[in-house]
């Protein structure tokens, strides 16, 4: 029997380097897909098969589709778009080219990419999509503004994609992890550095007390932090369903945060989250 096919973006750490080594032993073809082509060449040395892509380039998406459709013959039964990055800092500091960047890499180029292997998926008559948002598309929290909005504008692209979907047989999914081990604190600190002039901020003293102590001196986990392996059992599970949830979260904190959303007043809710 053939292998089901799986295009997964931002693979060189977190979790989609775990999803796609999960996914390829338990017996799908993994396209293993990094910003880098260095990350690219670590990871075909692990075994997996890679494609170069970079969500703020259009012309690399339409590589990498093309790419991957010719090594498949034409056909690709799911897609999971993962790749984000953050720009921490207060929303009063954030320059406007700061969000129009992070909305290139965290939402538009889902976007892009998924228009493309949508005809390839009614062609062949299914198809899965799965969008990887967050606990910070359920809820808002402070310091994270940029991203929130773009987890937020995840969830309703991904939401009318689903009801503009229900007349195909392509499956429209969420993933809403809350803490999940991974490197994106890390990664956040160029954009940092490169966006928000924190020193001169009104905010300073709530940078330095706050802010740059949990970006540059953070050790430890956060509480209820699960693996990206927790991340992977979900997406199996949204991969292999005959009928697949429109929604599946993972950790604690996206479940309380769920529940939360639905029976607290928007004065209660911001109460609760402004202690974070």
Known sequence: MTRKSILITGCSSGIGYDAAHGLHAHGWRVFAACRKQADCDRLQGEGLETVQLDYEDEASIERAVAHVLAQTGGTLDALFNNGAYAIPGALEDLPRAALSAIFEANLFGYHDLTR?????????????????????????????????????????????????????????????????????????????????????????????????????????????????????????????????????????????MGAARRLLSSRMLDRLLSRG
């Open 116 to 256: 493309r292997l949508i005809p390839t998926m009614r062609a062949q008559g299914h198809g899965r999509i799965i969008n990887c948002s967050s606990v910070l598309g359920l809820v808002a929290m402070k310091w994270r503004g940029a991203y929130n909005a773009t987890k937020f504008a995840m969830e309703g692209l991904t939401d009318t994609l689903r009801l503009e979907m229900c007349d195909t047989p392509i499956h429209v999914i969420l993933i809403e992890p809350g803490p999940v081990t991974s490197r994106i604190r890390e990664n956040s600190i160029p954009h940092f550095e490169r966006w928000i002039d924190w020193e001169n901020s009104p905010r300073a003293a709530q940078y330095k007390s706050q802010l740059v102590q949990r970006l540059y001196h953070k050790t430890g986990k956060d509480p209820f932090e699960l693996p990206p392996s927790a991340v992977t059992a979900k997406l199996i599970r949204a991969l292999e369903a005959p009928r697949p949830r429109p929604r599946y979260y993972v950790t604690t904190p996206t479940y309380l």
